[in-house]
């Protein structure tokens, strides 16, 4: 099999009609948080656990294409001692690995966020491949102020992005590149587009310069909202909208599949809203699908808490979550599918 083909059925397999990805790739410090939350200690064996109960939750497979897994998720098993790429192989779900090594402070460039990482990559990218990881991510956050992002912090940024998807497609793995507009602060709705506008047409260009192929990578971007703290809230379609408009002026036709991330939104938000996308645009030239944590995740630990006992109802509860985004990835879901109890 040539790379080619290797990216390109890779794609196939994750970019399929109703079905998105389950970002589960949180590093040490933010697996710790979200267990500290239900109050559990973040112990290895604890983290073991939690990952196997996403991966085995029976039925997911017809909503998940893929799972974005965190580093040493790639030696765990589950309790059968099955390792933790195989159990999503053996039902047909594409294992992925988050690469970047976290974010800190640019340089001289005060406000502006940078993701460290590129330093041995393509030799990791080996390893993780021979563990069974077919695709690859890596995010950059951008916070918005009244100065922030900088045309510096845009264009470096870009460039990380796209020099971190040239070492995956060389190296046979499909990167997803994500570009995270930060939800926090008072900013418009339109501050907002205008942010992501900028963002966006900089890593394209990025893209392009560094040779990447739009038809072998997915896009995971943030939607167009006002900032959490802004006065006024804006409406699933007005939040679509905005986000398509920007969409049509920066993102190739050729890109299969923009899979969105759920950046701190309630879990029914992020249906509501990835629902209104598909509804506005049913015939996008871009698959419209989901790569949710959170929004995914959140229902789950609070079933869980840490309970053998609780296993089924969180399985349950990440089921719900994946059908009903499924059905928001067609423009088919309704609220009053929130209230129901069927699981199919
Ligand atoms: C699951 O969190 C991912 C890794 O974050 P850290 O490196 O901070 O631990 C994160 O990249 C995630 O995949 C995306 O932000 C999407 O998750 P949300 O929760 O925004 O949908």
């Known amino acids: 099999m040539t790379v080619t083909d290797e990216l390109q059925a890779t794609i196939e397999q994750m970019v399929q009609p109703g079905k998105g990805i389950l970002a589960a790739d949180e590093s040490l410090p933010t697996i710790t948080k979200r267990f500290a939350a239900i109050t559990i200690e973040a112990t290895k064996d604890n983290r073991r656990a939690y990952r196997a109960l996403l991966f085995t939750a029976p039925g997911i497979e017809e909503y998940i294409s893929g799972v974005i897994a965190f580093e040493e998720t790639l030696t765990q098993s589950s309790a059968d001692g099955t390792p933790l790429p195989e159990v999503l192989a053996q039902r047909g779900i594409v294992t992925g690995v988050n690469v970047d090594k976290g974010k800190g402070p640019l340089a001289l460039s005060p406000g502006d966020i940078i993701t460290y990482g590129l330093d041995g990559l393509a030799e990791r990218m080996q390893q993780y491949k021979s563990q069974g990881a ?175 006992d609780n296993v089924v109802d969180a399985q349950r509860a990440l089921l719900k979550r994946a059908r009903l985004n499924g059905a928001a990835s067609r423009g088919e879901y309704q609220a009053n599918d929130e209230s129901m109890n069927s699981l199919s």
């Open 134 to 308: 077919r695709f690859a991510k890596w995010r950059e956050v951008y916070a918005i102020t009244e100065r922030n992002p900088t045309v510096l912090g845009i264009t470096a940024n870009a460039e990380m992005l796209a020099r971190y998807a040239a070492v995956c497609q060389e190296q046979g793995i499909v990167p997803i590149v994500e570009a995270e507009v930060l939800i926090d602060g008072d900013h418009s709705l339109a501050r907002c587009a205008e942010v992501t506008e900028a963002v966006q047409q900089e890593i394209f260009h990025a893209l392009h310069r560094h040779h990447v192929v739009l038809e072998h990578m997915i896009f995971k971007p943030n939607m167009v909202m006002p900032g959490k703290e802004h006065p006024v809230r804006a409406s699933a379609a007005e939040i679509a909208a905005a986000t398509l408009q920007v969409f049509r002026r920066t993102i190739p036709a050729a890109v299969p599949s923009i899979n969105f991330l759920s950046g701190g939104l309630s879990p029914e938000e992020a249906t509501a809203n990835l629902n209104a996308m598909n509804a506005a645009l049913p015939d996008a030239h871009w698959a419209l699908s989901f790569s949710y944590g959170r929004a995914l995740q959140q229902p789950v630990l609070q079933a869980w808490r840490g309970q053998a």
